[in-house]
């Protein structure tokens, strides 16, 4: 390395430059080490939110599906909730009446966010599916380390009340909310798919990893099963704060206008933090939002 250095460098330069560079090479080293030996697993001392995951007994004759450990959290602000699981949870898949695809703006950066997909259902039931990162309940999550094994992959189910106003009213995050145009066929085949999945989850622990196993790149390849328009591989689900434009153009989301205007009355945001607290949480957001074309 000294060959690389220019010979005028002073002394004390070309040492800070070699503690940096054993520095990062101690880093890659050690993950390297963690992502060989460690091993995925399925009993941890899991975070409160994470802490069960669903299983689900699918009739396809009757066409329901009956969940184990759906998630119902009362959130008062994002520390303070009360924590429940409701059990034995079914959804008869006749009755669903829409999907919508949730994306969740957390950070300033405009590609920065999560996805997530709603189910709502005529009797007015609405749940939420999020593949998320599984950490212990010591762990904060880092996408640098999700590229490590760091984390499980978990796929969180629980009712929108809980999962989307965590991020609408206890995070305050901006928050859109696109309604998705497929048949209700595949829709109905698409619950089916992300229910058996939770079981796979459930059963066989994974990985989950910053780029190829995330929130988008598994929405896409559950919708890649059952969607005869192919989402491809592209940037847009590695920043999935752009993952909207991209379905708006495949026809994936219903059209309310341009992209830019379907995007500003997609926003749930706002209205669901000038939300009294009366009522269905999931009816307040659907009366905000354009109806369906006649």
């Not at 899991?46 to 066409?63: G, L, P």
């Not at 999020?130 to 796929?155: I, K, N, Q, V």
């Not at 704060?241 to 153009?249: D, K, L, V």
């Amino acid at each position: 390395m000294d060959g690389l250095l220019p010979d005028a460098m002073p002394l004390v330069l070309r040492v800070i430059v070699w503690v940096i560079a054993g520095w990062f090479a101690l880093r890659v080293w050690l993950f390297y080490r963690v992502y060989r030996r460690r091993i995925a697993s399925l009993d941890r001392d899991w975070c409160d939110y994470c802490r069960h995951q669903a299983t689900a007994e699918v009739d396809e004759e009757a066409r329901t599906v009956t969940f184990s450990h759906i998630r119902d959290f009362t959130w008062l602000d994002t520390k303070d909730r009360e924590e429940a699981w409701a059990h034995d949870v079914m959804f008869d898949l006749n009755a669903i009446k829409d999907v919508w695809y949730i994306v969740d703006h957390f950070s300033k950066i405009k590609g920065m966010a999560h996805t997530m997909l709603t189910f709502e259902f005529l009797d007015g039931k609405a749940v939420t599916f999020s593949f998320e990162a599984r950490r212990d309940a010591a762990d904060r999550f880092s996408p640098w380390e999700g590229m490590w094994r760091a984390y499980e992959l978990y796929l969180s189910i629980g009712f929108e009340r809980d999962m989307v106003y965590l991020r609408t009213n206890a995070r305050k995050h901006q928050v859109h909310r696109y309604r998705t145009t497929t048949s209700r066929r595949r829709e109905r085949e698409l619950f089916i798919l992300l229910a058996r999945r939770a079981d796979e989850l459930a059963r066989t622990p994974e990985w989950y990893h910053s780029l190829s196993t995330s929130c988008a790149t598994e929405l896409r390849t559950q919708i890649n099963r059952i969607s005869p328009v192919r989402i491809p591989y592209v940037w847009r689900l590695l920043l999935p704060g752009h993952s909207p434009r991209m379905a708006y153009r495949l026809g994936l989301l219903q059209r309310w206008g341009t992209f830019e205007e379907t995007r500003e009355r997609s926003r749930v945001d706002v209205v669901a933090r000038e939300w009294d607290g009366e009522g269905d949480y999931s009816a307040m957001l659907n009366a905000s939002l354009p109806g369906h074309p006649k």
